[in-house]
């Protein structure tokens, strides 16, 4: 099993990319969908956030209000580094689970798509890492554009992520999405191929 690690600071097209290796046979381990899934109200997890953060990060349903504590952490690195100890190591378990479910049906290639990963998770527990990366200003355009996110509120949650320079180094595939949806298709198919091909 070729176990690989997809990354890219935030709207880079990290997730564009996950959907088409997913399309194309990958196995796909969605760090954002094991976060959501274990911060449901009752679980151990969403206690621990409540417990640090207080109940304002709620909302009236017991559900976490997403945006209060994203706008709480982007603006405070110690509120940052207290909400990652109580989720990653929640993350990293329950992605240890599914890659062993992984390895044991015999999957050829399982992709987990992690967007810290160099700055709170293990880059040396993957075979490959595959970094897909834009320029700031056009990544800052998109969360504005397209999430609509304040700019302030693209800046500080920009500057929360490491720069992409030391990442692009330590990275084994690079997938630039400067250009169109079909180009990031093309450059997205040719590292596939690769990945293909070492899977053998």
Avoid: C
């Avoid at 810290?116 to 293990?122: G, K, N, S, T, V």
């Avoid at 504005?144 to 992520?161: C, I, M, S, T």
Wanted: glycine share 6%; charged share 25%; hydrophobic share 45%.
């Amino acid at each position: 099993m070729l176990n690989v690690a997809l990354t890219g600071n935030v709207a880079a097209g990290k997730s564009i990319v996950a959907r088409l290796f997913q399309e194309w046979g990958a196995t796909l381990i969605d760090s954002d969908v094991i976060v959501r899934e274990l911060q449901q109200p009752g679980s151990d997890v969403l206690d621990q956030i409540v417990r640090t953060f207080g109940p304002e990060i709620l909302l009236g349903d017991g559900t976490l209000d997403r945006a209060a504590l994203r706008h709480r952490v982007m603006s405070d690195a110690d509120a940052r580094r207290s909400l990652n100890a109580i989720v990653h190591p929640a993350v990293l378990a329950r992605r240890q689970i599914l890659e062993e479910a992984a390895r044991a049906r015999g999957d050829a290639v399982v992709v987990s798509d992690i967007p810290l990963l160099f700055e709170a998770a293990d880059p040396g527990a993957f075979d490959v890492i595959v970094l897909v990366d834009a320029p700031p200003a056009t990544r800052k355009a998109r969360l504005v554009e397209n999430r609509g996110l304040d700019p302030l509120e693209a800046d500080r949650l920009l500057a929360a992520q490491d720069p992409t320079e030391t990442k692009r180094e330590r990275s084994d595939y690079l997938i630039d999405n400067d250009g169109t949806p079909a180009q990031l298709e093309r450059a997205a198919r040719a590292v596939w191929q690769a990945l293909a091909a070492r899977a053998g």
